[in-house]
């Protein structure tokens, strides 16, 4: 039979106009009272605003998600806070005294957030303050820097946390089963302000596979061999196939090809284009030419941003070819070292920076499969059999490092190696026997944490550990197809085999067992088998084929599915205690994309948000709880007139009390979860169609898409209108089967209309009191488009990029730099790998550990690297109008422009091509990318030394303010070896590469003194020069200024194989006497006859200033 209605029959009049709203909380039977007690209207459900704010209170209401939500999490532990001391270094200005020091502090700390109830399927985002550092979902860096962090899913089966046991022991941390929360590990809190950050999660209950891909305009590639520089996001293909043979630069970030070069012209031209394809970690090719001791084998330098040679030699006799080879540095000096394994000549070879062999180390296996650096710069180098040996050769692994010591004519170095061999027996589960001829073995892979090697043949894939120098994991490889390769990145707990082109499989990198596999057939567009570079930073592929060109394949992410509304209602209605036969929720089928419960309420305070989006009401009827859907068609029951015991009562809202507009807030699940509004109004232009002006605000805190929340919006404005007449009426007994929520239609004067039935009464006097209300169909506003507005964009993670660094040997670039010999100026400047790089900090130290900040810098390098090499000139002092230099921009490119010559000479368009300064005046932008600068002054701030100097594949830097720092280093600090680290904003001084220099002190030097002139009277030399000044030049006094302590030069003089030194203090002249002259020499001359003479000013601080030789 039918009975009273529940709270939920009529809410909407109440919620939306405030009138009416005690006609919707009748108290039901017992079974009704569990979901809407007697106090129920008084309650108040979820808020958007209770999402927003991490919480640290005892006690806290753990949250209940359903589908996909944003919401903050409550603080269930912390650990003590670590701190760091971080020293930075200022040096003096002009007159200073010296460089000072500042020590400031770094903070760190381990917590715990606890989000929700549990189990939860998957998390997607993390937000600390506002900014995403996790992001699973999305195209690009999944996790930012340094940051670690576990998340516990919330099941009954989850264990302490090992953070937690660590710092309040084990046994006296809960396991928090079926809460859902997040560890943080150690995080870092300078961006916080050095306190706990807001934190924020996108959790899901149900998980989805996502397949997001960026697209490349490189429509084929077919590679041979792939070089990838993840430093400077580039990637360089070798390709050999269907005679186009060339190398191409491509950019990772726009995927894009940015040069190429013709192989065999313009490229050295690999023996094998599958192997030998090495670069070091400046970014230059290292290219070995040729085949076994044969003529014709070399080795080349290419420079990876122009792809011009730059170097070529001939290898000597003995040597043979080389193909694989990786860098080292040097101890103590940091010079650079090639290491090189041989084509099939049994060798290793170290070539220094000038392709010169340092050493040749004789091996029993002929061919190199592999090589790469550790973190001590030791190069390892895998040293294997020829792929056509009828048995199984031994795989030797040999260690190369280098040392330098002082020599007699400067520093000496030495090579030390060793030579480790693993026997052919332990290579293959049948020990190279049998059918196992596959003879080669490479080295595919290195993990740094734990400073292993990765091998893989035919048959089985291993580790070999540096440290203990022995295989500690293997397994058979006959379940995949294809090989790991060098050129992949770790993550470090993580190795991705490209198995048969279609699958990314993961394998563990402890124990090298699969983990998890992605089908590459699941991205778009993919349907052939692809080869491949795995990118750790972004957990992505970069996936090639001659079909589908370049693409990047970002895996294993996930996305968030959405709720039905029947589950979420019959979920709430199970934890008042109803079973699953006490309600009905079949009738609702719409989807919600997230909703939380987060604080103590009634299930009718959590229902109300529900009903309001769902537009749904709860009738009990015949011991049932049924949700019943609004939008309903008329029953076929029809109530006339006659019917009636008693005059109808029909009340009418009036419109002033009804709505203009209806504005709801929600969370936009298509605009980054963050709260939107979408607002629906009624139209009173050009003719008004009311005369009420109330807007009303409602707040729905649960996550919609904006059609969603936009359609709701339309629909509760047009209840609001549709409903507000409402129908009083005394019924017969046989209408006693009608139930609240119930269309009928009501005839009255002989018209008719659909009314929905609110509430009814069953009298003593066997009558049923019933009300309703008007209503009509919500025409078309299921089909609303919500607008999304442009002003989001999704965050992605961006990482702070690494950059290059320069560290040229300037003078003294602005008078203002001067530091009164208190110490030395350098010059720094930086290019970051990406675009929107913020700027970097120079880092230095000279040791491996403690480093101090030395400056920083905003703007990027303007660089690009020589074409041809820039001609010398026999007057640096005049306007060079022939000379020309062709450069390839790797950055800023659109810097370089023309200026006229006044501005030449006002020392605009300031450039540094080798050693050399130079102002340059015309720019042309060449048909190939390249730009044309003529028009110079040479030789600027003394450094017209440098003009004969030149060559192909040289950095030109472009010296402007913002774009070069400065630092200061003590006068004992110069020539010493220091390690330098260009540290990219957002990024750790642990991750950027070091370059070792010694800072000469160059801003000291004096210039070369000019306009020597030489006389010979009576056997005497008499010799005069005009100094030169490093401050105060561009002055037009006739008399140079003086910018040292005093005026002192040194002569030296060349004769005959041999060379004397003379001093001279307080004048620019100097006579050399016959009799000194034979003196000196030993000779019997009756004149001084023709000498070398090499003339320096001499500085108090730095001694020996720029020569300058003249022949006297």
């Known amino acids: 039979m039918a009975t009273l209605a529940l709270g939920m029959v009529g809410a909407g009049i109440g919620a939306v106009t405030g009138v009416g709203a005690g006609a919707g909380w009748l108290v039901g039977t017992a079974l009704g009272r569990v979901l809407f007690p007697e106090d129920g209207g008084n309650g108040t459900g979820p ?25 903050a999490g409550n603080i269930i532990w912390a650990g003590p806070l670590r701190s760091e001391a971080v020293t930075a270094t200022t040096g003096g200005g002009k007159g200073g005294a010296g460089g000072s020091s500042v020590t400031g502090y770094h903070y760190y700390t381990s917590f715990a957030v606890g989000i929700c109830e549990g189990p939860m399927a998957a998390l997607l985002k993390i937000w600390a303050d506002g900014e995403v550092i996790y992001d699973a979902s999305a195209a690009g860096t999944v996790i930012a820097d340094d940051l670690r962090f576990r998340f516990y899913k919330g099941d009954e089966d989850q264990l302490p946390d090992s953070i937690m046991e660590a710092e309040e022991g084990a046994g006296n941390v809960p396991a928090y089963r079926g809460l859902c929360y997040l560890v943080f590990d150690d995080l870092s809190l300078t961006n916080y302000g050095n306190r706990l950050p807001n934190i924020e999660v996108l959790v899901t209950e149900t998980g989805l596979n996502a397949y997001p891909l960026e697209m490349s305009p490189i429509s084929s590639v077919d590679a041979s061999s792939f070089a990838y520089d993840e430093m400077r996001g580039l990637a360089w293909s070798y390709e050999v196939v269907d005679s186009v043979d060339r190398v191409r630069k491509i950019d990772l970030e726009t995927l894009e090809e940015t040069a190429s070069a013709t192989i065999g012209t313009d490229f050295p031209r690999l023996p094998d284009g599958a192997r030998g394809f090495s670069r070091d970690r400046s970014g230059t090719f290292w290219i070995g030419t040729g085949s076994g001791l044969l003529a014709g084998r070399q080795m080349s330098r290419v420079d990876g941003n122009s792809l011009q040679i730059t170097a070529t030699a001939d290898l000597p006799t003995g040597v043979g070819a080389v193909t694989w080879s990786t860098d080292i540095l040097a101890g103590a000096t940091g010079a650079a070292f090639q290491v090189a394994g041989s084509q099939q ?106 400073r292993e090697l990765v091998f893989q043949n035919d048959y089985r894939l291993f580790k070999w550990s540096t440290i203990s120098l022995s295989i500690t994991a293997s397994r058979d490889v006959a379940d995949l197809s294809g090989r790991l390769s060098l050129v992949n990145r770790t993550n470090g707990s993580e190795l991705v085999f490209i198995s048969a082109g279609r699958y990314a499989v993961y394998l563990s990198a402890e124990t090298l067992e699969e983990t998890e596999r992605v089908d590459l057939y699941d991205f778009a567009g993919v349907s052939t088998s692809v080869n491949g570079i795995y990118d750790a930073a972004s957990d992505s592929l970069l996936a ?12 294993r992410r996930r996305g968030g599915e959405s709720a039905d509304l029947a589950e979420i209602v019959a979920d709430l209605s199970a934890r008042a205690g109803l079973m699953p036969s006490d309600i009905d929720v079949s009738a609702l089928d719409a989807e919600v994309p997230g909703y939380v419960v987060n604080r103590p309420m ?88 009311m005369f009420g002006r109330n807007r009303l605000a409602r707040e729905l805190p649960m996550a919609l898409f904006a059609d969603q929340a936009r359609s709701a919006a339309a629909r509760s404005l047009y209840d609001a209108w549709a409903e507000r007449q409402i129908l009083g009426a005394a019924l017969p007994i046989k ?72 560290l040229p040997d300037l003078p003294l670039l602005r008078d203002r730099d001067a530091t009164a010999a208190s110490g030395s100026r350098f ?20 040791d491996e550990e403690s480093y101090s900040l030395e400056g920083t810098v905003t703007g990027e390098a303007v660089w690009g690297v020589t074409l041809n090499a820039l001609s010398a000139t026999l007057s640096p002092f005049t306007t060079d109008r022939t000379s020309f230099v062709d450069i390839r921009m790797v950055s800023g490119g659109g810097e370089l422009e023309s200026i006229s010559e006044a501005m030449l ?28 600068l003529s028009t110079f002054l040479r030789g600027r701030r003394g450094t ?169």
């Open 345 to 450: 000549s049994y060798q290793i070879v170290v070539f220094n920076s000038d392709l010169g062999v340092e050493e040749v180390i004789p091996t029993s296996s002929r061919v190199c499969t592999g090589a790469v650096t550790d973190e001590a710069e030791v190069a390892w180098v895998a040293m294997s059999g020829w792929a056509t040996g009828p048995a199984f050769s031994d795989l030797e692994i040999v260690a190369v490092s280098l040392y330098g010591a002082a020599g007699l004519e400067g520093t000496d170095y030495h090579v030390t190696s060793g030579i480790y061999t693993v026997p052919a027996a332990d290579l293959t589960p049948l020990g190279g026997t049998d059918s196992e001829t596959n003879n080669i073995t490479n080295l595919v892979g290195y993990l740094p944490a734990s």
């Open 944 to 1112: 017209e030394d440098a003009v004969s100097t030149h060559k192909t594949g040289e950095r030109a830097l472009l010296l402007r303010e913002g774009g070069i720092g400065g630092a200061f280093a003590d006068l004992a600090e110069l020539n010493l070896p220091r390690r330098f680290k260009a540290v990219g904003a957002g990024r750790l001084i642990e991750e950027a590469p070091v370059v070792v220099k010694k800072l000469t002190g160059r801003d000291l030097q004096p210039y070369a003194p000019v306009h020597i002139e030489a006389d010979r009277t009576g056997g005497d030399l008499a010799l005069s020069w005009v100094r030169r000044t490093r401050i105060g030049g561009g002055s037009l006094s006739s008399v140079p200024p003086l910018s040292e302590a005093s005026e002192r030069y040194e002569l030296v003089f060349t004769y005959g194989g041999a060379s004397v030194s003379k001093y001279v203090s307080g004048e620019a002249a100097y006579t050399y006497s016959l009799a000194g002259f034979n003196a000196d020499f030993g000779a019997s001359e009756t004149a001084v006859p023709e000498l070398t003479l090499t003339l320096y000013q001499l500085s108090e601080t730095i001694g020996r200033g720029v020569p300058a030789t003249e022949i006297v």
């Open 827 to 846: 010059y720094f400047a930086m290019d970051g790998y990406q675009s929107g790089w913020s700027g970097g900090a120079l880092y230095s130290a000279f």
């Open 544 to 555: 090639f084929n001659e079909t589908i060109g370049l693409k990047r394949l970002y895996l």
């Open 47 to 71: 808020r958007l605003s209770d999402l927003k704010i991490t919480g640290a209170s005892y006690g806290a209401s753990i949250p209940r998600v359903y589908g996909t939500m944003r919401l």
């Open 905 to 932: 000479l006002n020392g605009d368009n300031a450039l540094l091509i080798g050693n050399e300064i130079v102002n340059f005046a015309d720019v042309t932008l060449n048909a190939d990318g390249s730009y044309r």
């Open 735 to 806: 209408y006693l089967a009608l139930d609240p929520a119930d269309v009928v239609t009501v005839t009255l004067g002989g018209r008719s209309a659909p009314v929905r039935l609110m509430q009814s009464h069953f009298g003593a006097d066997m009558t049923l009191e019933a009300e309703a209300v008007t209503l009509a169909p919500f025409a078309g506003t299921d089909e609303l488009s919500g607008e999304t507005g442009s002003g989001y964009q999704q965050v992605l993670i961006r990482r702070g990029s690494l950059a290059e660094l320069f």
């Open 602 to 689: 009634s299930v009718a305070d959590a229902l109300s948000p529900l009903s309001h989006y769902g537009f749904f009401d709860a009738v009990e009827s015949d011991d049932k709880i049924n949700f019943i859907p609004r939008n309903q068609s008329a029953s076929g029951i029809v109530i006339a007139d006659g019917d009636m015991l008693s005059p109808p009562d029909l009340r009418r809202l009036q419109e002033s009390e009804l709505p203009e507009r209806i504005s709801l807030s929600y969370l936009a699940a298509d605009a980054g979860y963050q709260a939107g509004t979408q607002s629906e109004k009624r139209a009173f232009k050009p003719v008004s169609t």
